[in-house]
């Protein structure tokens, strides 16, 4: 791999539950300008396009600010910190964020946006569909936003994958200098996330990002329990 090239896939319009979102893509992505998708291109979607199309909206008090925390502590496993207002939760899915994922922004006043229930499913999905409209074999990606400790600001990572490795193990193959590394695996589908976010931004109404030029070996079956890392081997649970 030598250059990776990312655009937003522009027209994908309002979601709203029931919506097929892998017809949505093969039809935005079947030409000009946003395609004809290749094989082994990676198509990034955001988690709250795949929350409106699988009906993952639940109402609140649209005059209470803090009326979906509610939600956060149904969502949630485990409480991780309280702090104010915030509340750092694990969710069903292994996931340790802020608010259990829930959000606010990018839905109508009144609303909640709660996480997939199965976001690698919800990928194989679109892939599916994909591979059986258009003919070509993709990777897919639901992103989505979070914050990151001991570091400012937030960055998209992977929630579900479907087609794309999660994790690209390095361990015991050589570096640059030929020594064997111990402890690498790189986070491929997050930094994959990353750069597709850089294109579609967090207000611009771009949900779907292609990636392209990422290393054929990556293109395997995989799953979040790739990424997610079992509480055996953290350090901070």
Same mark, same amino acid.
């Given at each position: ?9 522009? @027209? ?10 892998? *017809? ?12 004809? +998708?290749?094989? =082994?291109? #990676? +198509?990034? #979607? ?14 609140? *008090? ?6 979906? !925390?509610? +939600? ?19 969710? !069903?899915? @292994? %996931? ?9 922004? =990018? ?12 976001? *690698? ?9 994909? !591979?059986? !409209?258009?003919?070509? =074999? ?5 992103? *989505?936003? %979070? @914050? ?8 998209? #990572?992977?929630? @579900? ?38 294109? /579609? ?17 990556? %293109?395997?079956?995989?799953? /979040?329990?790739?990424?997610?890392? =079992? ?7």
């Amino acid at each position: 791999m030598s250059k990776l090239t990312a655009w937003g896939v522009e @027209g994908i319009g309002e979601i709203i539950p029931g919506m097929q979102l892998g *017809d949505i893509i093969v039809e935005a992505c079947s030409g000009e300008p946003n395609g004809p +998708l290749l094989d =082994n291109d #990676v +198509l990034v #979607v955001t988690q709250k396009i795949v929350s409106k199309a699988e009906g993952r909206l639940v109402e609140i *008090d649209p005059d209470d600010p803090l009326s979906h !925390k509610v +939600l956060v502590e149904e969502e949630a496993v485990r409480i991780v910190r309280r702090r104010g207002d915030l509340i750092i939760t694990e969710t !069903k899915h @292994g %996931f340790v964020c802020a608010n259990s994922g829930i959000d606010l922004s =990018n839905v109508e006043r009144g609303q909640a946006a709660l996480l997939p229930i199965d976001s *690698d499913r919800s990928a194989r999905r679109i892939r599916d569909i994909v !591979k059986a !409209k258009l003919g070509v =074999n993709v990777g897919v990606i639901v992103s *989505d936003t %979070f @914050g990151r400790p001991w570091r400012k600001g937030v960055t998209d #990572v992977a929630i @579900g994958v479907a087609g794309i490795a999660g994790v690209l193990d390095l361990r015991g193959t050589p570096d640059a200098l030929g020594r064997v590394m111990q402890v690498t695996e790189i986070a491929v589908a997050d930094e994959l996330a990353c750069a597709a976010e850089l294109v /579609m931004g967090k207000s611009n109404g771009i949900p779907v990002g292609v990636v392209r030029g990422a290393d054929a070996a990556w %293109f395997r079956e995989s799953s /979040m329990d790739e990424i997610v890392r =079992n509480p055996s081997e953290d350090l901070f649970r």
